[in-house]
């Protein structure tokens, strides 16, 4: 049996080897390692597919949503909400900018951002929402953006974990993650769903003004070449990594069914198992399972885990501790800090834990490791 792993890159890029050889190749060739065809390509190619008007490529995700929150000229002291169970970035940017973060909680079914506890930290000073698509599926975004137009706020979606998943409103009409807000920000991260072989991100709007203020701030806020009319950074996805996602884009889809039928294999092999509570899926979203996280019931979750290792299996926490719990943010006023009541995302946090789930895992590993997890509880 092939060793099991969180993700497995190379055999990805295995299966797709002479192609990503060959579109590298055209790069190293042309010698245009930055803006070159490939990135204008790649843009384009992803335009298409999220049909999103404009798509900004950057460095990372971390900086598209620092962009993103740069170009709504967000000044310190405005209030951003985010959730607290995420990854840190989504929240150190709001920080970084001198802007104040405001944790909500999560909702106990999907895992992304609670209605209720947004609407309750809405003050005059909020002027941006970052719902985060957690773990492959949508926040509730319909809701999220009436919420946000009765308040005149916007609304950046952190898609970094979610890229190709489909949202359904209530009229029927589909969209992709990451362009139903003002700005959608995403990672191209090797382990993401679309990664790169280094670092990479991208933003998208359908709002031109928007979208020529992002690449101005990824270009050290220049119009015309030495001629810098805003205060940016340098943010730029490299040719190399774009001629690779050019290839990888093409296979989103299927890497998203792979993913959703590792997903339904251990849902349906931990049915009968009640201490664990398996991913469910909100009503309006698809889920393109970046992870496959579930619950522990009255579990110790750390002899769990050690079952799993010695049995060579791994399996990561997503997250251990939640955002107003992290010591960057202990400085923050009350609103924010540890005396914050969020009961769903204080109760995730010591249950959670997430099996391996990529793209190429076989028959014989998975049934490994769903044996591996059984055996914990027998
Ligand atoms: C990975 C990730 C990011 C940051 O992306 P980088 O490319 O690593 O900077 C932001 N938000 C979420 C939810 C992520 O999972």
């Known amino acids: 049996m092939r060793k099991i792993q969180m993700v497995d890159t190379k055999t990805q890029y295995l299966a797709i080897k002479d192609q990503v050889d060959a579109s590298i190749h055209e790069v190293l060739d042309s010698a245009a390692y930055i803006n070159g065809k490939a990135v204008k390509d790649f843009a384009q190619n992803l335009g298409t597919y999220l049909a999103a008007e404009y798509v900004i490529p950057c460095a990372n995700g971390t900086d598209a949503l620092q962009i993103a929150m740069m170009a709504l000229d967000l000044q310190p002291g405005d209030e951003v909400i985010t959730p607290s169970f995420t990854y840190i970035a989504t929240t ?4 970084l900018l001198r802007l104040t973060p405001v ?4 909702d106990p079914v999907t895992y992304c951002m609670d209605l209720e506890s947004l609407k309750k930290a809405i003050t005059p000073k909020t002027k941006a929402i970052v719902p985060v698509h957690l773990y492959g599926q949508a926040a509730p975004m ?21 890229i190709g998943c489909d949202y359904t409103f209530s009229d029927g009409t589909k969209k992709k993650t990451g362009t139903i807000g003002h700005i959608g920000a995403t990672s191209f991260y090797p382990s993401k769903n679309l990664g790169a072989f280094g670092d990479g991100g991208a933003l998208f709007t359908n709002d031109k003004a928007l979208a020529n203020k992002m690449s101005m701030i990824a270009n050290h806020g220049q119009s015309e070449r030495y001629y810098h009319d805003v205060v940016g950074c340098n943010s730029r996805l490299d040719s190399i990594q774009a001629a690779i996602l ?4 093409a296979h989103l889809d299927e890497y998203s069914k792979a993913r959703q039928s590792v997903a339904k294999y251990y849902t349906d092999a931990f049915a ?8 469910a899926i909100g009503k309006y979203t698809t889920h393109v399972f970046h992870q496959y996280t579930m619950q522990l019931k009255g579990v110790d979750r750390d002899a769990f885990i050690a079952h799993l290792a010695a049995k060579e299996i791994p399996c990561m926490i997503y997250y251990p501790v939640p955002g107003h719990l992290q010591k960057m943010f202990a400085n923050q006023d009350n609103r924010n800090n540890k005396n914050l009541d969020l009961p769903v995302t204080n109760a995730l946090t010591p249950c959670v834990c997430s099996l391996p789930i990529h793209t190429e895992m076989d028959a014989e590993q998975l049934s490994y490791i769903v044996e591996g997890v059984k055996s914990f509880f027998n």
């Not at 150190?92 to 920080?95: F, M, N, S």
């Not at 137009?149 to 952190?158: A, P, S, T």
């Not at 050019?246 to 884009?249: A, C, E, Q, S, T």
């Open 103 to 106: 944790f909500v909680d999560v």
């Open 142 to 162: 319909e809701e999220i953006m009436a919420i946000a137009k009765e308040h005149n706020i916007y609304v950046i979606e952190d898609n970094a974990q979610a």
């Open 272 to 279: 009968s198992i009640t201490q664990i509570v398996t991913p």
């Open 246 to 249: 050019n290839i990888k884009l």
């Open 92 to 95: 150190e940017v709001v920080a």
